[in-house]
């Protein structure tokens, strides 16, 4: 393979901060928002229009539960997020304790970007991070390209929240990816709502149509390869009629196979392979769901759903054994209580295993310090963990705590030498705690 040599330059420093996010996902915006309220002068850097991420822009539109069976562990901006977004009528609960719910993503977009405004944090959109400044092994800023130029951001504290730990990597940081072994990683999803939907009549499990799936895989009718429909539910959208005979639905079931969500050209594949799929998936369920017969397709995500990519390794990994045994940690931080959520390779199904009831497992701030950087914190899915501990850590519901307290452990380094690992264990776990997050000894 031929090269292109490129010039040296020289890229221009456009401004410093206190703490630099990139990424404006769940587990981002939450971050840049705690950093901002502790009192640090906050850059948020998101490479779409909108903030939200997952939620949004791949129109992943579920949460899960913040209820172990016994009480609400998560509080603090998560809470008052959900609080809002219920507030505004954005959200379809499906249990009140719980909080597990669907919402409309038009709802969580304007929601993110207020809440960012309010707490003072600095936005940047349409702007892709595509280097690490370092210096001594210290992350001290990230350059970027956007239709201004090249340009570089320096910063006391910088955090990764960009789903695929692109900082950290380009920093030198070391990772894991995909299933060991061989590497392989999760199908993705392009997330599909519908509308017209008669939702009193739609069968009542994502498996009762099972049977006309596998019928419509043996014909051809059927166009994905996914045995079963993984999830679906009805999407309140905001100031629209409260009619659930013409209801929208949202419907999580395409797959695209062995793609690496670092490799734009694996990437390109599932974007085209998957929106293949839509016009056959709306024609099946016209034909074999009862209360679709009528429906039409409203949108589809900007992009494709990532389920796994790189995993940071940091100075711990939290483990299958520290999920399901529901481990404390004195560094405990986060607490989540998701099950296992790990997808089949070949697209057929999926399988959960659950936490005991009443219980939950704490995440170590450990696993979000990357080994052999200071300066930096990762958050959401490119923490540092195994990967049937990332198939609970990854979801929404708990990328949202983990930007609040990466987050706030920014401005309290920010505030000091900005060295992360220098930053007082039990002060931020008494701040969490006193935010409402349930983190026992």
Known sequence: MSNVVEPQRETPVAGRYDVIVCGGGPSGFTAAVAAARAGARTLLIERYGILGGTATAAMMVEFGSIHDGRQRIVGGITREFMDRLIARGGTILR???????????????????????????????????????????????????????????????????????????????????????????QPVTLEVLLGNVDDT???????????????????????????????????????????????????????????????????????????????????????????????????????????????????????????????????????????????????????????????????????FTPRGLDGLLVTGRCLSADHPALGSVRVMVVCLPMGEACGTAAAMAAAGDGRVRGVPVGDLRRRLRSAGHVLED
């Not at 929601?111 to 702007?127: K, P, S, Y």
């Not at 800023?141 to 320096?154: D, I, M, P, S, Y």
Request: glycine share 10%; with cysteine.
């Open 95 to 185: 249990e009140d304790r719980s909080y597990q719910m669907t919402f409309d993503p038009e709802s969580m977009i304007w929601l993110c970007q207020e809440m960012a405004i309010e707490a003072g944090v600095e936005l940047l959109l349409h702007t892709w991070v595509v280097g690490a400044v370092c210096r001594d092994g210290r992350v001290t800023g990230v350059v970027v390209e956007n239709k201004t130029g090249r340009q570089a951001f320096l910063g006391r504290v910088v955090i990764d929240a960009t789903g695929d730990g692109d900082v950290a990597m380009r920093a030198g940081a070391r990772f894991d990816q995909g299933r060991p072994g061989d590497g392989k990683m």
């Open 201 to 367: 009549r739609r069968p009542e499990g994502v498996r009762d149509l099972s049977d006309a799936i596998r019928e419509g895989m043996r014909t051809g009718e059927w166009p994905i390869p996914n045995e079963r429909i993984m999830s679906w539910g009805r999407v309140a959208k905001a100031g629209a009629p409260d009619d659930p005979r013409a209801a929208w639905v949202f419907v999580n079931v395409t797959n695209s196979l062995d793609v690496d969500g670092t490799k734009a050209a694996d990437l390109t594949r599932a974007e085209i392979e998957t929106r293949r799929q839509v016009d056959g998936l709306v024609t099946f369920l016209r034909k074999h769901a009862a209360g679709f017969e009528h429906c039409y397709l409203d949108r589809t995500g900007v992009q494709v759903g990532i389920r796994e990519t790189r995993r940071i390794v940091g100075d711990y990994a939290l483990s299958r054994d520290d999920v399901l045994g529901a481990r404390h940690f004195a560094d405990g931080v986060v607490v989540g209580c998701n099950s296992i959520d790990v997808h089949d390779y070949a697209g057929k199904d999926f399988e959960h295993e659950y936490l005991r009831r009443g219980t939950h497992y704490q995440i170590p701030y450990r696993c």
